[in-house]
């Protein structure tokens, strides 16, 4: 095992519950779309007792020797009684077909999982089908099972193991990066804030979509009486204390789509410098204000991180787009990146939109097009002649004030 | 000057034409798009006489003071006459105004050159539009201009230099890659393929949509008598000889949308490596047939360059495009690529679809439909839950199969 790339963790948690966490940095692209050079990890839980264990999710395909290794520290194979599976996606159900194989257990989850585990490992297994708020009892612990679809899978469902309070969310209050901590108070100051946004961040990019199904899930979960103390989610740091006050509290508020008040996001492509021209303007009134704007340029220099971008985009009150036209058309990677967004961030932010042109202007259209069928409420489009940002210096002042009305 | 990232060379081509060129290394995406790690050189061409000096193009804007100096190598500043803009984009057009004001020049070029001049650059100038056709008699040397249009800009001219049958093309027979030779058939073995490619993927990412404008534009020049028997391009070597005969072969061939023949390209998007399972299948089908089969996948640990993507799409027969499914819709990245290649690449190529699903089905219409109403022939789509590919092994290989019909 080479301890840089597949470095793995066992912690004990409780008396009877074991994390399982594997570090990985070789993934550049979460699911094949997301830039993650902070890296991620996948917690894998288990649960002994003298009656056998339970394993809640696995690690991500292709680490079946690693995950044996690590659950053999904690348990004999042969006393695995069931398997949890909280969805379905390859991170968390990848050593299914192995786990079965070694240690027969029941597997537990969804009743979509089934034909789902069977076409994805093509595994023969013992599968027993959960239904929303269905309990088992193993060793005097309750454990019960909630359906929480669109978190981010439609057949996710949570455990909650009732006499600690412990609430194992699977995808949901989960987060990029590798860090040696196992909870998140155990950061302070730098780290604490860049785990944060780590968190936003992986939330926009791949619950995003989802977004409104975190509040209709979270209030279910209120009126069935869940109100962990610990949340185990199976990416990223685990949440106890203030911070899981305070990122149940943001998944609240990103669930109803709140924006963070006042916060502007600048989003630019520009071929040859003249789009920057135009994004200086904006930033002197910015600065002549006192308040800040955050700016993301896709230049012939720079390409940014498209995770980072929706990561911005999510909690953005504003959005500024400007862009170039390319072909008679929208600049491609803006196209690319508007469309991220429409299907990624809450509907109902403020867009203002400039384009710039050498030949033509169609590129503003198309971007208002673009955005306000789906549901982004453009307060206008200024489209120009690249070179000619000062000529429309008042135009485009005038735009960015329309954001505020 | 920093050598490395500010290199250029001043080359003289006959007794009275000189070659200034830039070789650019840092510049990291061509038109902020394509991923150029063999860089760009922008090439400037002065041609000189007893009357004084005629500059064509010059090079990307902010690159003033290497220009001036390199241009100072051959002729006194106030001895430059004209100034030819054979288009505005501001990688040819970029020294424009730091020109003007040095040398005060006349400018020549197509009628639409003035208005975009002084948007682009605040630029007071002598113009003097040139008509298609239009020539020029200078210390006994005839130059003639001619409209050219779509190669790739509008106002795009070519000009002539008619006892030398010099022919300069802008962005026409361009290249992308830094080089230390100045014509390609200096070049050989490995070093001229490399150039082939760079030239290939240049006209595909560059010119590409316009590509039928290359027939209208040779066929033009060609009735009126121009034979060249050297073409400059604005971009990579230069051409004499049998390069330049196989160039002028290969434009006229992708400008009439001609595919090589039996060359099949594959593209995948891959969240978790299912989709990687299919491409094996069909990767051992061809090397069954003991053919070639070009692959290109984007994985979650492997982005390739999507101008690469691009210039090999455009002279492929038959694309295959295999594709994960992402919350109910195609795949973000498949969307992006297959976008670029309907508006990059020729119309009329065979398509066949692939697409792989977590829960449902839908991507692989969506892909059909994005390139089916664009003019691609979409000769079939196979989609199927992920794992299943050896289920559906024979309607893989029917669907590889109705390609060649």
Redesign the interface.
């Known amino acids: 095992m080479d301890d840089n790339m597949m470095e793995y963790n066992v912690s004990k948690l409780t008396s009877n519950l074991y994390l399982l966490r594997f570090k990985d940095t ?8 997301w830039e993650i050079p902070e890296g991620i990890m996948y917690n894998s839980y288990v649960y002994t007792s003298n009656e056998g264990a339970i394993v809640f999710d696995t690690w ?3 680490l079946g020797n690693e995950f044996l290794e690590a659950l053999r520290n904690i348990v004999d194979l042969r006393d695995v009684r069931y398997i949890v599976v909280h969805h ?4 968390h159900s ?1 050593i299914l077909k192995t786990l079965v194989e070694k240690a027969d257990p029941i597997v537990l989850g969804h009743p ?1 999982v089934k034909n ?1 585990a069977e ?4 595994v023969s297994m013992k599968f027993r089908p959960v239904k929303d708020g269905e309990e088992i009892v193993f060793d005097d612990e309750k454990i019960i099972f909630y359906h929480t679809p669109w978190l981010h ?3 996710t469902i949570m455990s909650y193991i009732t006499s600690w309070k412990i609430l194992l969310t699977c995808d949901a209050f989960g987060s990029y990066g590798v860090f040696k901590e196992v909870w998140a108070d155990e950061l302070s100051g730098e780290d604490y804030e860049r785990y944060l946004w780590y968190a936003k961040k992986y939330f926009a990019n791949v619950i995003g ?1 989802h977004y409104e199904w975190v509040v209709k899930n979270l209030e279910k979960l209120v009126s069935r009486g869940v109100t962990p103390n610990l949340v185990l989610p199976s990416h990223g740091l685990l949440l106890r204390g203030d911070p899981l006050d305070y990122m149940y509290k943001k998944y609240k508020s990103w669930g109803h789509g709140e924006p963070e008040q006042g916060k502007t996001l600048l989003i630019y ?6 789009v920057e021209r135009t994004v200086k303007i904006i930033r002197e009134y910015f600065s002549g204000l006192n308040q800040d704007i955050d700016m993301i340029g ?6 940014p991180s498209i995770s980072d971008v929706i990561g911005k985009a999510f909690d953005a009150e504003n959005i500024i787009l400007v862009s ?1 036209t ?2 008679a ?1 929208l ?3 803006m ?2 990146i508007a ?2 967004i429409t ?1 990624k961030t809450p509907r109902g932010k403020k867009v203002a939109i400039i384009a710039q042109y ?2 033509g202007g169609k590129a503003g259209k198309i971007l208002e097009e673009m955005m306000s069928t789906q549901g982004f409420k453009v307060v206008g489009v200024v489209e120009f ?4 940002e000062e000529r429309y210096r008042d135009k485009i002042i005038g735009l960015i004030e329309s954001l505020k009305k």
């Open positions: 070789s993934t550049k692209y979460f699911e094949g779309l991500k395909m292709g379905m996606e390859p991170d990848g979509l789902m076409s994805f490992y093509s899978w439609p057949e979509i492509t520009s071929m040859y410098g003249f896709f230049t012939d220099s720079n390409r170039a390319y072909d058309d600049y491609p990677l196209k690319h469309s991220l299907r050498g030949w002649k690249a070179g000619e």
